[in-house]
């Protein structure tokens, strides 16, 4: 009898601390939201250019960077679509003239959210939007476009369909990516930041399960439109 009484107490224990959990995780993903709301709007109030139309989805970023690419790191913890734009643009900006900062604002219409592109994957940046993998392609260009975000601001990007988006302007433009593929790995496999050669691709990176940092969803885009801001 008293091993039974040990044992519902020592459930309802259990269940009390999911609860708290839970509660706790929640209210983190609403503060994580607020923040990215406030940042957008300051961004507005000192670039108040129109944000092009917009879509889809992102990620926390890989716990391990590669062999001599240590600020692509950082925190490794958990805390619709919109119309193609117009035409890829086939010739960005030279490296030369581009800008050494990586910054704009950031539309997933799928997960909702709308958020501003940091510069980096930092514990900072991605507390109040999405970052930019540093030493990876910049918005349009060729290569592996690679940003994080934390799930909390991504929550359904494990539910992306053909036609879903990201679009992505900066520097006086706005890039439309489209949904390909998205896959789960473990968080040493920095591999999904290599470049790719001949194509121009968005990949998106966050904590998976969702409420556990135990894996990486990993979700790939395709450019398909390219317009002026």
Known sequence: MRSRWVGSLLLIAGLVLLGIALWVHHDSEGGLRSRAAAAVA??????????????????TQLSAPPAGASDRGGPDSEDGSANVVGPVDRDPPPLATAPSVVSGLVTIPSQGLEAVLRPSVSATDLDVGVGHYPGTARPGQEGNFAV????????????????DVISVESAGRVYTYTWVESFVVAPEDVWVLDPVADERV?????????YSNAQRLVARFE???AAPA
């Open 223 to 225: 450019l398909t439109g």
């Open 148 to 163: 994080a975000a934390h799930r909390g601001l991504v929550p359904d990007l494990d539910g992306l369909q053909a036609g």
């Open 42 to 59: 300051a961004a507005r109030e000192e670039a108040p250019a129109p944000v092009g139309p917009g879509t889809p989805v992102g990620p």
């Open 202 to 210: 968005l990949t998106l990176t966050t904590c998976h399960p969702r």
